[in-house]
């Protein structure tokens, strides 16, 4: 089985560079086989991972970056009988919170598309969208996850236009303004909030929450909420359950997936029939990583 690693050589203020020099002297002494490619440009991480999906040939990709890396690494390898690596060095990698306590060696989750797009963790539009899509230009790193969430709501809010969207969810149609609309496979977004606390990660089924258009005094409050982990208690939320999703708005929208964003009318959410397998053992190249303050 080889080893091939997807490497952002800026994530994490060149944190991907150091940890992968030691994870190659590491392969070295062991004498395994693996291959480093480093990425330059977006959605160059899909193309290189595609060449390796052969239908008789099983290997370990890993993903060493943040959101970017692993949502392209995520859609080159699905479909495949590739299995994902996750080294997180990026500033969020909320997703791998959901699967770092499993045992096995390998994890299988469920693997979620957007038209022809793939993700894992968690998607969104409306006013959340809007704050990643500011967050994604926040360069620093060093900033942190919840000084820039508030730096960039407070940013957006004022000028945030509640879009109105035709939704349908297990048949039933939603028409109306919303303040935003998040769909969860996996728990956490990447600034750290615990948004679907009973999602789970194999179940079949997106954690799906609806917030209906609320006057803009109250949405600090709602994001209070969001923090505290009980935001489905509020009232003009809509928690609901699905295996597909559509969307549609008059006027393209943001939207958010696995902290990568994209602008559309029409979306098309669903779990695949194929899950997608996440390499979760505790092996050398692991507890190195945990060593360095990574898995954390």
Known sequence: MKRIFIVNPYSGNGQ?????????????????????????????????????????????????GGNGTLFDVVNGIANSNNILGIIPTGTGNAFFKAINNDNSDITYVDLCKMNEYYFINAAS???????????????SSHISKLVRYNTNLIKTLPHYQFPYIHTDINDQKYDQHITFLAICNGNYYDNGFKIAPNAKINDRK?????????????IPGLMVKLMMKNLEKAKYVHKLQSNHVLIHADQPLLCNLDGETLQLKDMDFEITPNPIAIYTADDPIKKLCKSKGLYT
Do not use: C, R, W
């Open 125 to 139: 539009i409306g006013l959340d969208a809007e704050i990643i899509n500011q967050e994604n230009n926040m360069k």
């Open 206 to 218: 997106f954690d799906i929450y609806l917030v209906d258009q609320v006057t803009k005094i109250k």
């Open 16 to 64: 991907s560079k150091l940890i992968i020099d030691e994870i190659t002297k590491l392969l070295d002494e062991n004498k395994m086989y693996y291959k480093i490619f480093y990425t330059n440009a977006p959605h160059e991480a899909t193309k290189i991972v595609s060449e390796y999906n052969h239908p008789h040939e099983k290997n370990i990709i890993y993903s060493v």
